[in-house]
């Protein structure tokens, strides 16, 4: 989640604006962000348009998406 948080960080959010955006508790975003649990769906989708980031460009690290989107 990497990205996540340096989306967050570079738009100048804490996690709990973040969790107030996707309705959901503090500790819930926390664990989310650190990896402890999942984003649903719904949440990846809120953060996309929040970050106007693709799914896949926030959630799978670099090489991932660089290999899925070059092959």
């Not at 955006?21 to 649990?37: D, F, Q």
């Not at 769906?41 to 991932?64: C, G, M, P, Y």
């Amino acid at each position: 989640m990497r990205n996540l948080k340096a989306l967050r960080v570079k738009y100048g959010l804490t996690q709990a604006d973040m969790a107030k955006k996707l309705e959901i508790s503090e500790v819930a975003y926390r664990n989310k962000e650190n990896g402890y649990t999942q984003f649903t769906l719904n949440e990846a989708r809120k953060i996309s348009k929040i970050f106007k980031e693709t799914i896949e460009a926030i959630f799978f690290e670099n090489e991932v998406y660089t290999k899925e989107t070059t092959a």
